[in-house]
């Protein structure tokens, strides 16, 4: 992932100029932030490499739990699991980046869907149980609420009761 440094020059071009460019080319920077996990700068090669070749190009997210257990099955993989950082925490890290840029960079805009997606993805991935809803927030034919709006809304309440 990109440093704050690296972020701003990215911005400040325009290379990425909306959350939906940001959507498209967070697999990418997922790869990269999950090899900066290994401390040799071989390692974070491989493993980067290894990230970006293992995507199922049919999907438009591919990181999730499922993918994740694939690709640690891999024999180079497994040899270099002991100088890997901690692949919750890892997660975790890498939402919050993500996390963070969403807010900063883009305030106020809403999310799109392979957006929201890639930031689901993570939190399962990284344990947490952060409910994130995506577009559109009923179903068009019943009118009824995604689940997920729900559980969305619940938390939002919560976090911002007694704010305006």
Sequence with gaps: ??????????????????????????????????????????LRTLMAATYRAGRDRRYPLW????????ITELPW???VAPWAADPVEQARS???TLGEVCV???????????????????ARLAELPV??????????YSGMAAPEVL???????ELLRGTV
């Design 1 to 42: 992932m990109v440093d704050a440094r690296q972020r701003a020059a990215l911005l400040e071009h325009g290379l990425i100029p909306s959350a939906e460019v940001l959507g498209e080319v967070a697999e990418q920077l997922i790869c990269t932030h999950t090899a900066r996990g290994y401390a040799d700068a071989s």
């Design 104 to 122: 900063q960079v883009f305030p106020g805009a809403g999310l799109p869907n392979l957006t929201v997606r890639v930031l689901s993805g993570l």
């Design 131 to 140: 409910p994130f809803a995506a577009e559109p927030p009923a179903d068009s």
């Design 63 to 70: 990181w999730t739990p499922k993918h994740h257990a694939r």
């Design 77 to 79: 993989v497994r040899a």
């Design 151 to 157: 559980a969305a809304a619940r938390t939002a309440a």
């Design 94 to 96: 890498t939402l919050r």
